[in-house]
């Protein structure tokens, strides 16, 4: 998508640091997240957000691409996306872990959100709105934001 580009590459890159950050944060506290299956579920989570973000980044750079392509593209994307997210959220309700830290982790996941957005992306894409790819600013920064406090919060609030 012409002019896109800048935002291809930004979104990239910085999914790309949060991806290895989240890796290095869930070794720190390996030893917590390891036994609760709530805590590992909520990290896949967070690292599905960030793949979301990269993932929309690599098709946003597609050269030469036809705007209806890219929004079949972001369709797909949020369906797998929100499926897996789902899943997730799932088996991490299913063992809940009885530190505070929790509710938090899963008030704070906008994965929902996240997916909805991209879908109405892509599907005003779809329809013809050239307006549309606005829609990916709020999702890509919702994805972004959501992730980093995960992160942050496995990184700060877990206790042995």
């Known amino acids: ?3 896109w580009d800048s935002f291809a590459e930004v979104a990239g890159a910085a999914a790309g640091a949060l991806i290895g950050l989240l890796f290095v ?7 917590v997240i390891a036994r609760s299956v709530e805590f590992r579920n909520r990290g896949a989570q967070t690292l599905g957000l960030f793949v979301l973000v990269l993932l929309v980044a690599i098709v946003l750079s597609v050269p030469a691409q036809a705007r209806w392509v890219l929004g079949v593209e972001l369709i797909v994307i949020a369906m797998f996306v929100g499926i897996v997210l789902s899943i997730l959220d799932r088996r991490a309700q299913s063992a809940p872990s009885a530190q505070p830290i929790a509710r938090i982790l ?7 959100l996240t997916s909805v957005l991209l879908a109405t992306a892509g599907v005003l894409l779809l329809l013809g709105v050239d307006d549309g790819i606005y829609v990916l600013v ?5 994805a972004l934001v959501g992730g980093v406090v995960s992160a942050w919060l496995f990184l700060t609030k877990l206790t042995a």
Do not use: H, K, Q
């Not at 944060?25 to 030893?31: D, L, N, P």
């Not at 899963?106 to 929902?112: G, I, L, M, R």
């Open 25 to 31: 944060a869930v070794s720190i506290r390996i030893e």
């Open 1 to 3: 998508m012409a002019g």
């Open 138 to 142: 709020p999702t890509v920064a919702l």
């Open 106 to 112: 899963e008030a704070v996941s906008p994965n929902a």
